[in-house]
């Protein structure tokens, strides 16, 4: 299954769904403005998440230590012989037998939808899921998706409060000494976890406190200038080069056929505003395809009407033409004339 857009066009959460209800196998890169992320899937389940800004392996030693459930020294040398068999840290701390099986599957289990719960608050950025083979693992992890998601809706509710406050992978820094009386005894806890390289995410999974309590308490540190965000390098912009698409295709001659429009709108003979509304309504069909895709594989069937779907009028103020086929369907606009079986239908 080729699968590839754009977040802003199409969310996270309807991904992860379409991906689990097929059962598919492989890996969903996602690109944001700030991050990357790379999901493994297995059978539409998730078994596993890299962040290039939040570095997992390290972090999984570091909440070990901190929760002692791992010593500094045994954290040191299972990072040694990490770089000279270029295995899993979790692998090796469990053939070592130095932290316990179920221990070391329920903190990744945590890291895992900690990210992913922050990464289904992007409203921009890229997708791409790329099938592969289940690869064999020694200590599997297995985060049902569903659960997840539900989870996640649960938490935007719940934490509503922080809303735009707190960034879970934000690091903080100490930046003074609180004054006598200036925090109390939940703020004083959670200042003790601030050491400059855990980031708000691995505060509120080692803190003795609740998640909210934690969290509203590093927004109250950080608003009396107690502790402050580590700034982060900027990340230098990486050029990918990738095979084109349908999407990628439609998108370009879109482009070209604007570039005409433009040129021939200069000598009046063709006006270009009529062309960004065609343009946006073969944006809004690929669109509402992807959703009833979706419909489909959780229903069982196409929907039977597009009212199911969506209530959303074409660029011209009609309802989008949705009609069943015998192995299908149809979807397209009337176009700028508004009459349906004319030439300036748009599909």
């Known amino acids: 299954m080729a699968l590839e857009g754009f977040l802003q066009e199409f969310g996270l959460a309807d ?36 962040s290039e800004n939040r570095v997992e392996e390290e972090k999984l030693g570091r909440i070990l230590v901190k929760k002692g459930l791992l010593t500094p020294e045994a954290l040191q040398s ?16 469990y053939k070592k037998g130095l932290v316990p099986k179920e221990i070391l599957i ?27 083979e289940k690869a064999p693992s020694e200590l599997p992890v297995t985060i049902d998706t569903q659960h997840l998601l539900m989870d996640s809706l649960k938490s935007v509710d719940e934490w509503s409060v922080v809303e735009g406050r707190l960034s879970l992978d934000t690091v903080f820094k100490q930046e003074r000494v609180p004054e006598k009386d200036e925090i109390d005894d939940v703020e004083a806890a959670v200042l003790n976890l601030v050491d400059g390289e855990s980031d708000a995410s691995m505060i509120i999974n080692i803190s003795p406190l609740g998640d909210l309590e934690t969290s509203k308490a590093l927004i109250s540190l950080n608003e009396k200038g107690i502790i402050a965000p ?6 230098e912009e990486v050029q990918v080069v990738e ?27 063709i006006d270009v505003f ?74």
């Open 274 to 347: 009529k062309a960004f509304k065609k343009n946006r309504a073969v944006s809004k069909i690929e669109q509402l395809k992807n959703k009833i895709d979706i419909y489909r594989v959780t229903h069982g069937r196409y929907p039977e009407s597009l009212d199911l779907i969506t209530d959303e009028k074409d660029p011209w103020g009609m309802p989008f033409i949705y009609e069943r086929t015998e192995d299908g369907f149809r979807l397209f606009s009337s176009g700028p004339d508004r009459i349906k079986g004319t030439e300036d239908d748009i599909y």
């Open 15 to 50: 991904i992860l769904q379409l991906i689990y209800f097929q059962k598919k196998t492989g890996v969903l890169l996602i690109e944001g403005k700030d991050n990357r992320i790379k999901v493994t899937i297995v059978n539409g389940n998730i078994t596993g998440l890299e």
């Open 243 to 269: 095979a084109p698409s349908r999407r990628n295709i439609v998108i370009g001659l879109v482009f070209v056929a604007i570039i005409f429009i433009l040129f021939f709108t200069f000598f009046g003979q």
């Open 230 to 235: 580590v700034r982060r390098p900027q990340r």
């Open 106 to 132: 329920e903190t990744i289990q945590h890291q895992i939808t900690d990210t992913l719960s922050l990464v289904l608050t992007w409203n921009e950025g890229r997708y791409e899921f790329i099938p592969q």
């Open 78 to 93: 299972a990072l040694e012989i990490q770089k000279q068999e270029n295995a899993r840290l979790a692998n090796i701390l």
